[in-house]
């Protein structure tokens, strides 16, 4: 009964390659996010979609391309990885986008590692 | 802009004694604060959250924290600390577009 999955957990790869990351919510939220979390433990979103739509982006380089096939949904392509995209990826949802009083539920991260 | 501060980077307690994590914000309107919690190697899991009713909010595990908007403060406590409390704590306020700003997060570590 995992809320918020996310796959892999742990992704190594060398620099200059593609990968994805796939994030799956099964509470039936409309909202989904990315947020990137540095060595230094400090977190920044970076996308969030709602209902398959883009909501935020915050100025994040075009290599990552966020993905919504439906609404429990929301992967991340990067392209060209760079050893500054090394850090842990957390994907999240919650029920509906434009309310403040929203809480986030996280799932247990990605931790990219660039050689 | 809305930001929050977290005023310690690492705190040490001993098991049994209070927590008192610091968190000051900053925002141009009522704010939602919230305070996460990630265990090592883990997600972030919401502790307690803020949205403007009770200023004193009780969260999960024992913790509160009290909104002071005269100190522009959100405090999180605990009167009595366990080992399974030693994680890290960010303390996080949210604009209108859904955006969470993450303080920088404090350690807290719990000796025997």
């Known amino acids: 009964d995992t809320a918020v999955s996310q796959t892999p957990k742990y992704l190594v790869t060398q620099m200059g390659n593609d990968k994805s990351i796939k994030c799956e919510q099964n509470?039936?939220?409309?909202?989904m996010y990315w947020y990137k979390q540095d060595s230094k433990k400090f977190l920044k979103i970076m996308f969030s979609y709602n209902n398959k739509e883009l909501i935020i982006n915050e100025t994040v380089p075009n290599r990552f391309s966020p993905k919504s096939p439906d609404k429990a949904h929301l992967n991340l392509h990067i392209n060209s990885l760079e050893l500054g995209d090394s850090a842990v990826y957390f994907c999240a949802s919650s029920p509906r986008t434009g309310v403040k009083t929203n809480e986030q539920y996280f799932g247990p991260g990605t931790r990219l590692t660039v050689t | 802009a809305q930001s929050v501060t977290q005023l310690d980077s690492h705190v040490s307690v001993s098991e049994g004694t209070p927590v008192l994590l610091r968190c000051n914000y900053s925002s141009s309107y009522s704010p939602s604060l919230f305070w996460y919690v990630q265990h090592p190697n883990k997600g972030l899991q919401l502790l307690l959250k803020?949205?403007?009713?009770?200023?004193l909010v009780k969260g999960i595990n024992g913790f509160e924290a009290e909104f002071k908007k005269s100190e522009t403060s959100f405090h999180l406590t605990k009167p009595s600390a366990h080992m399974s409390d030693a994680a890290e704590y960010f303390c996080v306020v949210s604009d209108y577009t859904d955006k969470l700003i993450f303080g920088t997060g404090t350690r807290l570590q719990v000796f025997p």
């Open positions: 803020y949205t403007s009713a009770a200023t």
């Open positions: 509470l039936g939220h409309d909202t």
